[in-house]
């Protein structure tokens, strides 16, 4: 069996109460959808399947794909593709909404979220096992340094929800950090309905990559300080200062 590999982010669940909880919070239902992000050596996959759910995985290494060949062999509801998430288009593998599992990749998992937000339409719900510290950062507000894109992208989209910790001794190799399990649900949010996400794309990114700066120099280019006081917005605030709505207001003030 080759050894964990760092550039795919391998360090599998080895703790078998951890395994309990992540199959307890899922609520599996016999004959439901689920799609594996990265089944490693099949530690989740396993226990999923006896849970009598349609399971399609999707794991990148191609050192690992003999093993979990064999879980096919024993679960006709299983089957798995050797492919990079990021390259998968959900509607290209289903016909309907999937619920998605993961112990992320952490490296990628920023990625993963991304592109999570992409396939919404085709997600009933997600839940991921990520680094702690990157956790926070999805479910981040504003005046918090962990508050930034990615709690915008990610609260915009999705309701979260922390489910429970898992500490670091559960895996192997042993992470340098704990991790934290955490449920997304997507949601219709008639605040963004006919918002051009592109120009908050734009906007939330000239805002953060210089988040020590005032909000009116971030985004000089985009509107002036009489613009953002016109929308209740003090100009001499930091990127990491303005709520949600704020930046949702600015998107709609520039689209206008
Ligand atoms: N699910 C297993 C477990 O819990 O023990 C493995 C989790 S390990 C943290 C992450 C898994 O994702 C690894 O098996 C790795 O090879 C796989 N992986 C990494 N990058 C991937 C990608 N872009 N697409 C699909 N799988 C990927």
Request: proline residues 3%; glycine residues 6%.
């Amino acid at each position: 069996m080759s050894k964990p590999k760092k550039n795919f982010g391998q360090n599998f669940l080895i703790d078998q109460i951890v395994l309990g909880r992540i199959i307890d919070a899922l609520s599996l239902v016999n004959g439901e959808q689920v799609l594996e992000i990265g089944c490693g050596k099949g530690a989740l996959t396993e226990r999923m399947l006896m849970k009598g759910i349609n399971l399609k995985g999707v794991e990148i290494d191609r050192d690992l794909i003999e093993g979990l060949d064999l879980i096919k062999l024993k679960h006709k509801n299983f089957d798995v593709l050797n492919q990079d998430i990021l390259k998968v288009n959900l509607k290209d593998i289903s016909d309907s909404k999937l619920r998605i599992v993961g112990n992320l990749p952490y490296n990628i998992s920023s990625k993963i979220i991304l592109w999570s937000v992409k396939n919404k339409d085709m997600i009933r719900d997600v839940h991921f096992m990520l680094q702690k510290e990157f956790g926070e950062r999805l479910t981040s507000g504003p005046n918090k340094k962990s508050y930034g894109r990615l709690s915008i992208f990610t609260q915009l989209f999705f309701k979260v929800e922390v489910l429970f910790d898992v500490s670091s001794e559960s895996f192997f190799p042993k992470p340098k950090v704990d991790s934290i399990f955490l449920k997304l649900r997507p949601q219709n949010n008639k605040d963004i309905e006919n918002l051009d996400i592109e120009c908050l794309q734009n906007i939330t990114l000239k805002a953060f990559t210089k988040r020590r700066k005032k909000i009116s120099s971030c985004l000089k280019e985009y509107l002036s300080k009489e613009d953002l006081k016109k929308i209740n917005i003090d100009p001499d605030l930091r990127p990491e200062n303005l709520s949600i709505a704020d930046y949702i207001s600015i998107t709609r003030y520039i689209q206008n």
